[in-house]
């Protein structure tokens, strides 16, 4: 494609911002990752002492790491908007996020907007393609215990084996809360096609801006951290985990990450900002995990109903631009004239918004009508 006149200039500042940018992420990982090592050996004595505490550390430097990797998205005009219930309510629960999957940038875009939930981030475990294993971060994530899980169904026994045993020797031992799962297992891009051929032989529905989640993983999960509670209180499990009052897994949050017009931003778009300034949209939805079903199939349908939702709120924004006419925070139905009206508005308060921890951050409070921005 010619470049013309008129565009060169333009093209130029997109090349000298992006190498600028580079430039900046290299000195960061060059100072902070280097930092956190350095501090996690100095702090190794304080492990055998008070485990607790030594994770407490680790995880606050975990924290300010991921803040960084969010601090460049924000830098480049990357912001979030958030939908739906308000998170940050069962913050200091276990929780596990189930999220679609479109493109590295899904990893960046969480980064940023659960930066202000509390110790989310701190004590949040990450279960991610193990090609992450070998990035500049894979260091970091290996030694906070995240899990990296091979795909392809040569591998898929191996690594479910693999993610329980990590679960039952990391989760606890870490004081780990909430863990964030993919369960498409992949790309949108990469696993569409697969899927939507597995959908028919099936008779299932054809999705197209989703994939039909697996249910492996999210079953060893469950089973691994629910099946000690009855009640809200632990029916099982060592002494210690009494002792903490652990009330186990809690609670599952059905989080949808939506683009504008359906562009995922990749990690190399983040870092470089080669791409306009956009908007991200998340939509969260709470369900107690007492009302998930734990049995294979049981569990198969419920996931696929929460899948084929998010075909339906994501047709919705890329129809509307606004996530859902259903205003799940107050449980009532809200026009969606009332909620485009509300979208402009967060839209135009991005210019005028106070910064908090780098990221602006949005949560719309559908009861009181009003914005907030943290």
Known sequence: MAVTLEEAPWLGWILVKALVRFAFMVANNLVAIP??????????????????????????????????????????????????EDIKTISEDEAVMLVNHQATGDVCTLMMCLQDKGLVVAQMMWLMDHIFKYTN????????????I????????QQLLLLKKHLENNYRSRDR???????????LR??????????KKNNLPFLTHVTLPRVGATKIILRALVARQENGSPAGGDAKELDNKSKGLQWIIDTTIAYPKAEPIDIQTWILGYRKPAVIHVHYRIFPVKDVPLETDDL???????????????????????????????????SVEDEQTEDRALKASVKNSEIYCGPALFFMSWEQKKIHCF
Do not use: N
């Open 35 to 84: 930092s956190y090592l350095c501090y996690i050996i100095v702090l190794l004595p304080l492990r055998l002492l008070d485990s607790k505490r030594y994770w407490y550390l680790e995880g606050m430097m975990y924290k300010w790491l991921l803040g960084m990797v969010a601090s460049w998205g924000w830098y480049a005009g990357y912001t979030v908007m958030e939908w739906g």
């Open 137 to 148: 971060f894979g260091i970091v994530s290996l030694v906070h215990g995240d899990f990296f």
């Open 150 to 157: 091979r795909q392809g169904k040569s591998h898929r026994d």
């Open 177 to 187: 809360k909430w863990i964030v799962l993919f369960p498409e297992g992949g790309f």
């Open 190 to 199: 990469k696993r569409r096609e697969t899927s939507q051929s597995f959908a």
């Open 300 to 334: 198969s349908d419920w996931l696929y109903q929460r899948f084929i939702e998010k075909e339906d709120l994501l047709s919705h924004f890329y129809e509307t631009g606004c996530c859902s006419g259903e205003a799940v925070v107050s449980r009532r139905v809200v």
